[in-house]
């Protein structure tokens, strides 16, 4: 049986915090039993025709000045709601900066506090069934949710006294997507807890039997 394909989008060229070198060659290592992953940071890739391709699409892209055109944004929209699967990493989010898009992972990004160690709590689900709270050094995402998702909450993280989400989950038409805070760097992808969660969600987005 051939292998199933995933594709990771991020920046090379101009990335102003987040690059996918080094990124890049950890997810590969993550997935390297499950799938293919092909690396690229063109976002024409997010059209229809070429995300047919794939099993997962993940995203690492960091458009936070820039928006992804009506195009890509269809593309992506009607390759998840025709079954595909998606994980939305860390920056990926700033994808939501268009609003089919935030409907699509759930929520955006309203800003962080500095980079700081936290700790994170493990809440149930499939994705996450016997793993265990974790502490990581990671930049502490604030959300705005979509009030239409129904989200399944898979992390918290503590800061300052307050529970605040970190990864979540959800079906979009046929499709399933996750979104997953911890992600700032290479170093953040290097820690085990955040490599189990990333192959979890990718079985689990992509429907690949355990």
């Not at 992804?68 to 944004?73: E, G, Y």
């Not at 990004?109 to 493990?122: D, Q, R």
């Not at 997953?180 to 429907?207: C, D, K, N, Q, Y």
Request: net charge negative; glycine share 8%; hydrophobic share 35%.
């Amino acid at each position: 049986m051939d292998k199933r394909k995933c594709l990771l989008l991020g920046d090379y060229t101009h990335p102003r915090f987040h690059p996918l070198q080094g990124v890049d060659k950890q997810i590969s290592e993550i997935l390297n039993d499950l799938l293919i992953v092909q690396c690229s940071e063109n976002k024409k890739l997010l059209l229809s025709e070429h995300l047919a391709g794939y099993d997962l699409c993940i995203a690492y892209n960091e458009l936070w000045n820039e928006t992804v055109s009506p195009q890509q944004t269809a593309g992506l929209l009607s390759y998840v709601s025709g079954g595909g699967g998606l994980i939305v990493l860390h920056t990926g989010v700033s994808l939501a900066k268009r609003y089919e898009l935030a409907h699509l992972i759930g929520g955006r990004f309203t800003g962080h506090p500095p980079y700081a160690p936290l700790n994170f709590k493990v809440m149930e689900h499939d994705i996450t069934e016997g793993m265990e709270d974790f502490q990581l050094d990671e930049e502490p995402y604030r959300f705005e949710f979509d009030p239409f998702t129904e989200k399944t909450i898979l992390l918290e993280y503590e800061y300052e006294g307050e529970r605040l989400p970190a990864a979540w989950c959800h079906s979009y038409g046929l499709g399933r997507v996750v979104y997953i805070m911890p992600g700032h760097h290479e170093p953040s992808f290097r820690h085990p807890a955040v490599r189990e969660l990333i192959l979890r969600a990718a079985t689990w987005a992509a429907r690949i039997p355990r």
